[in-house]
């Protein structure tokens, strides 16, 4: 008898089951627990102000973020931006802030907050689209904050900076609407990247790997080549699954199927195998990025002018994902 396809998860359909995530950090071979040291009381100090004021002036929360929310960001972005210089990681770090707030604060809520239909498009606008028309307070100082990645980087992977977080805006607030054709549990993984990719990791983890290259960017015939997709795929597979790990338990009770492991829980009618599945995925996703980068490598061999860029940048995006992994892992609010 066929399965019934479902579009939603129901805990109740799972009672008395016990899970557990089993650790695996000895099989992702090449991951390195780093966190920033040198300039941390320093950055520390100014962020907590920074998010204060912007707390009271920008995003009008009213003191409804407690502080431990900032430092567990803080400690987040410590693992991702290791490699950072001191400048850019204060952007980085102002740039993420901005993002977890949008993401738990306005987007999770998008559809209930209590503005007119065309002061939520003009919200929604001016934090998709660049303007300096100030159309609302909160997309222009967003936007003021991505400007400042352009003194980090090369111009025109700037662009793709700007471009990606367009993308990110535009898929986390689509993805919360009512879809006429919403993510269901017959999905295969590669069924639900298509449909989260964007908006649950999106670009970030290439476009995060360029700051700090200002002499040189990677040409679009390389981004756009099949050998580079693929790196972009693992690397994209291997946060969004994370992502979906660790924030299972807090999801828990969501009905939404934003979360892999709720279609596995489904089809495997068990949330342990669905759990270990996934973990499975993670490190299979994670050795795949490794081995790509290898292939791509050495079709440049002979090029040291883009070979050893694309090294740098591999290099970069690597420490990206142990970043995402331990801080994950890690953090209270995955946990």
């Known amino acids: 008898m066929e399965e019934?396809?479902?579009?939603?998860?129901?805990?109740?359909?799972?009672?008395?089951?016990?899970?557990?995530?089993?650790e695996f950090t000895s099989?992702?071979?090449?991951?390195?627990?780093?966190?920033?040291?040198?300039?941390?009381?320093?950055?520390?100090?100014?962020?907590?102000?920074?998010?204060?004021?912007?707390?009271?002036?920008?995003?009008?929360?009213?003191?409804?973020?407690?502080?431990?929310?900032?430092?567990e960001i803080f400690s987040y972005c410590g693992h991702i931006g290791e490699f950072l210089e001191y400048e850019p990681f204060m952007v980085f770090l102002k740039?993420?802030?901005?993002?977890?707030?949008?993401?738990?604060?306005?987007?999770e809520k998008i559809n209930s907050l209590n503005m007119k239909l065309n002061e939520k498009e003009k919200l929604?606008?001016?934090?998709?689209?660049y303007n300096n028309k100030n159309e609302n307070i909160i997309g222009f100082e967003f936007w003021e904050i991505i400007n400042e990645f352009q003194?980090?980087?090369?111009k025109?992977?700037?662009?793709?900076?700007?471009?990606?977080?367009?993308?990110?805006?535009?898929?986390?607030?689509?993805?919360?609407?009512?879809?006429?054709?919403p993510i269901n549990s017959s999905y295969?993984?590669?069924?639900?990247?298509?449909?989260?990719?964007?908006?649950?990791?999106?670009?970030f983890i290439l476009t995060m790997s360029m700051i700090g290259i200002m002499d040189n960017y990677i040409e679009n015939s390389i981004l756009g080549s099949k050998e580079f997709q693929i790196i972009n795929y693992h690397a994209k597979s291997f946060f969004l699954l994370i992502n979906d790990l660790y924030s299972f338990n807090r999801e828990i009770n969501d009905n939404d199927l934003l979360n892999y492991i709720k279609i596995l829980a489904i089809q495997l009618n068990s949330i342990q195998m669905s759990i270990d599945k996934t973990i499975e995925l993670i490190i299979d996703h994670y050795l795949k990025f490794l081995s790509s980068i290898e292939i791509i490598l050495k079709l440049y061999q002979n090029d040291q002018?883009?070979?050893?860029?694309?090294?740098?940048?591999?290099?970069?995006?690597?420490?990206?994902?142990?970043?995402?992994?331990?801080?994950?892992?890690?953090?209270?609010?995955?946990?």
Not at 4 to 20: G, R, T, V
Not at 151 to 154: E, M, V
Not at 190 to 198: A, D, G, I, P, T
Not at 305 to 333: D, E, M
Request: hydrophobic residues 35%; positive net charge; aromatic residues 16%.
């Open 4 to 22: 019934k396809i479902k579009f939603s998860f129901e805990i109740n359909d799972f009672q008395n089951q016990k899970f557990k995530i089993q």
């Open 27 to 71: 099989k992702l071979i090449g991951l390195k627990e780093e966190s920033f040291t040198p300039f941390k009381p320093i950055v520390y100090e100014k962020y907590l102000n920074w998010a204060k004021s912007i707390e009271e002036s920008i995003l009008k929360t009213n003191g409804t973020i407690n502080k431990s929310i900032f430092e």
């Open 95 to 107: 740039f993420t802030t901005f993002g977890i707030i949008l993401d738990d604060f306005i987007f």
């Open 124 to 129: 929604i606008n001016s934090l998709t689209y």
């Open 151 to 154: 003194n980090f980087t090369h």
């Open 156 to 181: 025109k992977s700037f662009e793709r900076i700007k471009n990606a977080n367009s993308l990110w805006i535009k898929s986390s607030i689509d993805s919360r609407k009512n879809s006429k054709f």
């Open 188 to 203: 295969s993984f590669n069924q639900y990247f298509e449909k989260r990719s964007s908006d649950a990791s999106g670009d």
């Open 305 to 335: 002018t883009t070979y050893q860029l694309l090294k740098q940048v591999f290099q970069k995006a690597n420490k990206v994902l142990s970043g995402i992994y331990f801080a994950h892992k890690r953090s209270k609010r995955y946990n």
